[in-house]
Nanobody
Framework: EVQIVQSGGGLVEAGGSLRLSCVAS????????IGWFRQAPGKEREGVSC????????YYAASVKGRFTISSDRAKNTVYLQMNSLTPEDTAVYYC????????????????WGRGTQVTVSS
């Protein structure tokens, strides 16, 4: 079955960087979509960055485009989210998620979810 283990959250000052890691197993990176979502208290969950390798499409939320980069290491079954130029508005619980769908990555409800990791950006 699909298993998702994520790490890399923490506290960072505004303008700093942080990298999240997601080790995912039980599926093929070539046949699933995988990516990152986030949710802050009082706000709805939003897709941050997701990739579908099958169709070669990557999605970035407008709020993170140019600052965040999603990447993967197939040999390690790992997906990363490199977050640069962080601002307090990036503070949220970040979730790694996987879905069997391959179109419109990040833009629909995903099926499998990691437990989340807290990212806090101080001003």
């Amino acid at each position: 079955e699909v298993q998702i283990v994520q790490s890399g959250g923490g506290l960072v000052e505004a303008g700093g960087s942080l990298r999240l890691s997601c080790v995912a197993s039980g599926f093929s990176f070539d046949e699933y979509s995988i990516g990152w979502f986030r949710q802050a208290p009082g706000k709805e969950r939003e897709g941050v960055s997701c990739v579908s390798h099958r169709i070669g499409e990557t999605y970035y939320a407008a709020s993170v485009k140019g600052r965040f980069t999603i990447s993967s290491d197939r040999a390690k079954n790992t997906v990363y989210l490199q977050m640069n130029s962080l601002t307090p508005e990036d503070t949220a619980v970040y979730y790694c998620a996987v879905d069997r769908g391959t179109y419109y990555p990040c833009q629909y409800e995903y099926e499998y979810w990691g437990r989340g990791t807290q990212v806090t950006v101080s001003s």
